[in-house]
């Protein structure tokens, strides 16, 4: 059966540096999306993507994250400047149309010291 | 905005029924999933409810009335592997005429005993 893949699964940074999380959608996906969880607490949308732009973004998704789909396959989350507060589980996610199911990856954990 | 409640927590026994409740207050509803999540892992999908009426897949079987803005998910025959956190999540159009966004409830966490 088809799935989301993430890497890394664990992702340790220090503060202020940039970290790039990768996703490989299921293949014949359209729609791509960015959530996080913070630990203990619910899982937030950060942002949505389909055909090459953002459809979608929440309040959390300002000036220091970034998407892209560099490839056929690959999509990124890049946090150009991290913060503490930045520290949480992010998952990716795909669906078929617009307004299909959303599939889930494994998540990457993203740890910021 | 969108506002979703769910309990915090609840426990049941091996091979019975629980029933999960959700309540939501949305604007442009589009549809209401439920997602199971083990701790550490990614959330999986269980069920999706977009017109009133009860939907059943094996033991699970989630039900949905818009006009109260209420759900449940229904569980028989638990086993303990079920333990885990149920999410609510509802999908709403946006101003953009969008809809795309999942909305997440904070998670029931279910325990079954033995």
């Known amino acids: 059966e088809p799935e989301v893949t993430q890497t890394p699964s664990h992702q340790v940074t220090q503060m202020g540096q940039e970290v790039i999380l990768r996703c490989v959608p299921i293949?014949?996906?359209?729609?791509f999306y960015w959530y996080r969880q913070i630990l203990g607490q619910k899982v937030e949308f950060l942002v949505s993507f389909y055909n090459n732009e953002i459809s979608e973004k929440s309040e959390i998704f300002d000036d220091q994250f970034s998407v892209e789909r560099p490839d056929g396959s690959n999509f990124t989350l890049k946090i150009r400047s991290t913060k503490l507060e930045d520290s949480a589980m992010y998952f990716c996610a795909s669906s078929e149309h617009r307004t299909d199911t959303q599939y889930f990856g494994p998540g990457t954990r993203l740890t910021v010291l | 905005g969108q506002n979703i409640d769910q309990p915090t927590e609840m426990t049941a026994t091996e091979g019975a029924i629980v029933q999960i409740n959700c309540t939501y207050q949305t604007s442009g509803f589009n549809g209401l999933f439920w997602y199971q999540q083990h701790a550490g892992e990614a959330p999986t999908f269980l069920s999706y409810n977009v017109l009133d009426g009860l939907e059943e897949k094996g033991r699970f079987s989630s039900f949905l009335s818009r006009s109260k803005g209420y759900s449940y998910l229904l569980l028989k025959e638990l086993q303990m592997k079920d333990s885990a956190s149920y999410l609510c999540a509802v999908r709403a159009l946006s101003s953009s005429g969008s809809a795309r966004q999942l909305t997440f409830g904070s998670g029931t966490q279910l325990t079954v005993l033995p």
């Open positions: 293949s014949n996906h359209l729609y």
